[in-house]
């Protein structure tokens, strides 16, 4: 009979002959288990992987909170910033040197709240760094509080009698801010992941990531794993991502349709 | 040749072409060989209908501040210049429109306020440019033309620096100012021939090596592109502006950048994104927007990345007085933000000390790590000296990164605890050396951590840095004649100048003073203040602000009470009442 100890040596030796822990570090995850961030997570990781980057030449620059975390996992090069700042730094990456691939990587509060003043602005100047939002519409390591993309009568312990607010739609401000690529992903499907990330890699310009995901600790009613697998769907065969006006349509229609929602096909490289 | 001090004055509404008329008396002195350094003081309202007044100290021998008193006061509208009467000298001239546009009444006039030994040279600006170049566009350049032949200057002076200045204008441009000119000097030569002073001849130190005119702001923008600058991150604001359109017009054309940001919090993030990748990057502004990069420059102590970041302080608290000159940002730019946040604090005092320090910023950000801030004001970013122009040499200006060694490689610790504090620095793009840096406490190897023994370590580590830096920081400069004095007067900043003046008046007049000026605002030379300190009976630390920040930050160190001397008038600090403090403080001590 095997002892439980050789069962996990046997299991992590397999998982280290994987080649997971080639980009992944061996830092254990700060996440709860069931978060939608370990899917986000591997989708990146797979990207880097896949399209064969040289480790020390990809740096991930993140902001504050549960996503922000997400660059101590991973064997690159890694910045985590303060509060909302991540594109403004990532622009700083990038324009100082420009043969680095450059992640910039943050929750809904870090990218819609306190950094939400940044977006218009790496969108318009078209600056190369590929932009995760990470959206689950919640302030997770504050433990519960609503974001801005929460929807309007969410209860918490910051807002007793239900949140009064609109929410923001980050695919629809991304486009108004004239993103020059917008993609909007499920994190339970880390193989669409992966491959939206490649195509906004390879893309000459902002790429930002909309991505849905859950937080299974504080959001019991509103995106848990069972409604966003019921609501989240692909885009249409026909959708025609170099279409702008498509596209606003297809947002403005259809909150939780994902894939690749527009890229713009006129930029030199 | 005797000794030529002057202060002219131009003053007017805003439009009136006040700026550029003084503008042009600078450069004209300073090619005829004079020292000259001037100062403008203009509304921050665009036409707002606001004063403006240039004041320029021009003379042969080498000048460190404004004087209290104007001795030539040239009017572009008495209603404005009406205010400037109380700082006119004994026996000014005063130069005026005799028949303005808008009828001025008597007792409104300037006239009626002046002082009856004033040397009036009344001439009809308007009418004369108007017959001259018809129109009065150029009536300023009358007025200027006037000045000059009265003064004695040689009108070719003028006339080269018009040419220089206005020939891009377009000719007909040029030729409205040459012929306003030409007609105010020969106005005044005709009508005022047996009133002709021989004041600005030119200097008999024309001939020595050359001199330009520069702003602080502009040694500023200098020093950074000899520095190596290829990045600079700002969003305007006064007083800082120029420093990024000045940089915009020169860096461009040598492979860098400007990029002007949605904000000062974007800028400073990009400043250090920048230099998280290896390259040298910049950002200025002032007292508002330093007050938002301060969490930011914490994260630049917390996660060891070097940054420069001038801040041209202006009257504050808030939006304050933004045309103003204030010294009331050295708190913030010590203490402020978030935890024990050590950082270098540097402030020079004179232009050629701007570009200087400037250039030094980018080796010490780059040697220890942390941001950097440059400490100017309103009166040092704007006032202009003529100096030889400012070069670095090459050990000045060559990268001071300290990157791991090729054996590190897969056992590299990027926050090592080393004796100094410096730990090396792998940057993006070196293969072996990955780490994470991060705004969080963390291990030597970059992992968070927030165990009590790893926070007291790390702290110190970048503590021990930045107090190592003083090796590399210039010692406080000493103007005295050593031994025992009765009075030492400790400053920094713009007011330095003004210390200075002050001092050396004192000593002429067999005075027991001396003065220190600190260039180095965080670390500081604590132990070579406390032995001046200790060989003066009394301290006065004098400074553009309420409370006196240096002399809270230094004042600890003299063994009884400094004397401070504050003042928060928007306005250079006058070397009068620093002098007049120094024989207070004297006379006190003798009895």
């Known amino acids: 009979m095997k002892t439980k100890g050789k069962v996990l040596r046997e299991g992590v030796h397999r998982i280290k002959e994987s080649g997971v822990f080639d980009i992944r570090s061996e830092a254990l995850p700060t996440?709860?288990?069931?978060?939608?961030?370990?899917g986000i997570h591997q989708g990146l990781n797979n990207c880097i992987q896949k399209l064969g980057l040289a480790h020390h030449k990809v740096v991930i620059v993140s902001g504050i909170g549960c996503a922000g975390r997400s660059l101590f996992f991973t064997r690159t090069y890694g910045l985590h910033t303060v509060h909302g700042r991540t594109l403004p730094v990532a622009t700083g990456v990038k324009t100082a040197n420009p043969e680095l691939t450059v992640f910039a990587v943050g929750g809904d509060g870090d990218g819609l709240a306190i950094g939400g003043g940044h977006l218009p602005h790496v969108a318009r100047r078209n600056v190369n760094v590929n932009y995760l939002l990470f959206d689950n519409s919640i302030y997770g390591l504050t433990k519960g509080q609503p974001s801005p993309s929460s929807p309007v009568g969410m209860k918490s312990k910051a807002s007793p009698s239900g949140t009064i607010d609109k929410p923001l739609n980050a695919t629809l401000l991304a486009l108004t801010y004239g993103a020059s690529f917008v993609a909007r992903l499920f994190a339970g499907d880390p193989d669409s992941i992966c491959r939206a990330l490649i195509e906004g890699v390879q893309h000459p310009g902002f790429?930002?990531?909309?991505?849905?995901?859950?937080?299974?600790?504080?959001?019991?009613e509103f995106k848990t794993w069972a409604n966003l697998k019921k609501w989240v769907h692909p885009l249409p065969q026909d959708h025609d991502p170099s279409n702008l006006r498509q596209a606003f349509d297809r947002v403005l229609d259809d909150e939780f349709s994902v894939g690749i929602i527009y890229k713009r096909t006129d930029i030199d490289k | 040749m005797p000794v030529v001090d002057v202060t002219v004055e131009v003053c007017g509404m805003a439009g009136d072409g006040t700026i550029a008329a003084g503008g042009l008396i600078n450069e004209a002195m300073s090619d005829g060989g004079f020292s000259v350094l001037a100062f403008d003081s203009y509304p921050a309202e665009i036409r707002g209908f606001g004063r403006c007044v240039t004041r320029s100290r021009i003379g042969n021998e080498e000048i460190v501040a404004l004087e209290d008193k104007t001795h030539v006061l040239i009017s572009l509208n008495d209603e404005q210049a009406r205010s400037r009467v109380p700082f006119l000298s004994e026996n000014s001239m005063i130069f005026f429109d005799s028949n303005p546009a808008v009828y001025v009444r008597e007792d409104k006039s300037l006239v009626s306020e002046l002082d009856p030994e004033a040397i009036l040279f009344g001439m009809p600006f308007n009418d004369i440019a108007t017959a001259s170049a018809g129109t009065t566009r150029g009536r300023n350049l009358t007025a200027l033309g006037c000045f000059a032949a009265?003064?004695?200057?040689?009108?070719?002076?003028?006339?080269?620096?018009?040419?220089?200045?206005?020939?891009?204008?377009?000719?007909?441009?040029?030729?409205?100012?040459?012929?306003?000119?030409?007609?105010?000097?020969?106005?005044?030569?005709e009508n005022f021939s047996n009133r002709i002073k021989s004041i600005f001849l030119i200097s008999d130190k024309v001939g020595g090596p050359k001199k330009v005119l520069l702003s602080g702001n502009q040694a500023i923008g200098k020093a950074a592109i000899d520095a190596g600058l290829k990045?600079?991150?700002?969003?305007?604001?006064?007083?800082?502006?120029?420093?990024?359109?000045?940089l915009a017009t020169h860096l461009p054309a040598l492979g860098g950048r400007v990029i002007q940001m949605e904000d000062e919090i974007a800028s400073i993030?990009?400043?250090?994104?920048?230099?998280?990748?290896g390259t040298r990057a910049m950002t200025a502004t002032s007292g508002p927007g330093f007050a938002l990069m301060t969490e930011l420059i914490t994260h630049g102590v917390m996660a060891e990345i070097p940054a420069v970041i001038i801040n041209a302080q202006r009257g504050g608290p808030s939006t304050g007085l933004p045309t103003k000159t204030e010294q009331s940002d050295?708190?913030?730019?010590?203490?402020?933000?978030?935890?024990?946040?050590?950082?270098?604090?540097?402030?020079?005092?004179?232009?050629?000390?701007?570009?200087?320090?400037?250039?030094?910023?980018?080796q010490l950000a780059e040697k220890y790590q942390t941001p950097v801030i440059l400490l100017a004001d309103f009166y040092l970013d704007n006032r202009v000296e003529n100096l030889p122009m400012p070069e670095a040499s090459e050990s000045e200006k060559s990268g001071s990164n300290v990157l791991p060694e090729n054996s590190l490689k897969g056992s590299y610790r990027r926050y090592e605890i080393t004796e100094s504090g410096i730990s090396p620095r792998a940057l993006p793009g070196m293969e072996g050396f990955i780490f994470s840096a991060t705004g969080l406490e963390h291990t030597q190897t970059g992992v968070p951590d927030y165990s009590p023994e790893n926070h007291m370590l790390m702290t110190e580590k970048r503590h021990r840095k930045i107090t190592g830096a003083l090796g590399d920081l210039p010692s406080p400069e000493e103007?005295?004649?050593?031994?025992?004095?009765?009075?030492g007067v400790i400053g920094w900043g713009s007011t330095f100048g003004s210390i200075l003046e002050a001092v050396t008046t004192a000593r002429n007049r067999g005075l027991l003073v001396g003065g220190l000026k600190i260039t180095s605002i965080f670390p500081f030379h604590e132990s070579v203040i406390r032995a001046f300190m200790n060989r003066c009976s009394e301290i006065l630390i004098p400074e553009l602000n309420y409370v006196g920040q240096l002399a809270n930050l230094i004042g600890y160190i003299h063994s009884k009470d400094v004397v401070r001397l504050n003042r928060v008038t928007g306005t250079p600090f006058p070397p009068s009442a620093i002098l007049e403090k120094i024989e207070y403080l004297v006379q006190v001590g003798n009895e």
């Open chain 1, 31 to 38: 996440w709860c288990p069931g978060c939608g961030y370990f």
């Open chain 1, 207 to 220: 790429s930002i990531f909309h991505i849905y995901t859950s937080c299974v600790t504080f959001d019991k």
């Open chain 2, 150 to 189: 009265i003064c004695g200057a040689p009108p070719d002076l003028f006339r080269a620096v018009i040419i220089r200045k206005f020939k891009s204008k377009g000719e007909k441009v040029l030729q409205t100012n040459l012929r306003s000119f030409d007609a105010g000097f020969d106005y005044a030569l």
């Open chain 2, 231 to 246: 990045l600079y991150f700002g969003y305007p604001i006064t007083p800082a502006t120029p420093i990024m359109e000045y």
């Open chain 2, 269 to 277: 993030g990009a400043v250090l994104g920048s230099y998280y990748a």
């Open chain 2, 330 to 362: 050295l708190h913030a730019a010590v203490f402020g933000g978030p935890g024990d946040s050590p950082r270098i604090v540097v402030a020079p005092s004179n232009v050629a000390e701007c570009y200087h320090y400037t250039v030094k910023s980018f």
């Open chain 2, 479 to 487: 103007f005295s004649s050593g031994g025992k004095l009765d009075v």
